[in-house]
C-alpha cells in the first residue's frame, strides 16, 4: 500500500508492478503520481502536468508562427506589385 501525498487516500500499489520514476494517477483525486521509491513503493506528485501544459502552450505558439508566414508571404506579393 501507498499513500497519495494530495489527499492522503490509500493506493494499492504492487512493488513488483511499478519502477521507479513510473507514472500513476491516484483513484481518489485524480492526482499524476510518480513513483519514487519501491520497497516500501512511495510515491510524489509528479511534474508532469506542468510539463503538459508547457508543450500544449508551445504547439499553440507554432500556429500563430505559421499566421505570421502567411501574412509576410501576402505582403511580400503586395510590394511586387508596386514594383512593376
Known amino acids: 500500500m501507498a499513500t497519495c501525498p494530495e489527499c492522503d487516500a490509500e493506493i494499492e500499489v504492487d512493488e513488483f508492478d511499478v519502477d ?9 483525486c485524480g492526482s499524476n ?3 519514487i521509491g519501491i520497497s516500501p513503493v ?3 506528485m509528479s511534474d508532469e502536468d506542468d510539463e503538459d501544459d508547457d508543450d500544449t502552450a508551445d504547439d499553440d505558439d507554432d500556429e500563430d508562427d505559421e499566421d505570421d ?11 511586387e506589385d ?3
Open 20 to 28: 521507479k520514476g513510473d507514472l500513476i494517477s491516484c483513484p481518489d
Open 42 to 44: 512511495e510515491l510524489e
Open 69 to 79: 508566414v502567411d501574412d509576410l508571404d501576402e505582403d511580400d506579393s503586395e510590394k
Open 33 to 35: 503520481l510518480e513513483v
Open 82 to 84: 508596386w514594383d512593376e
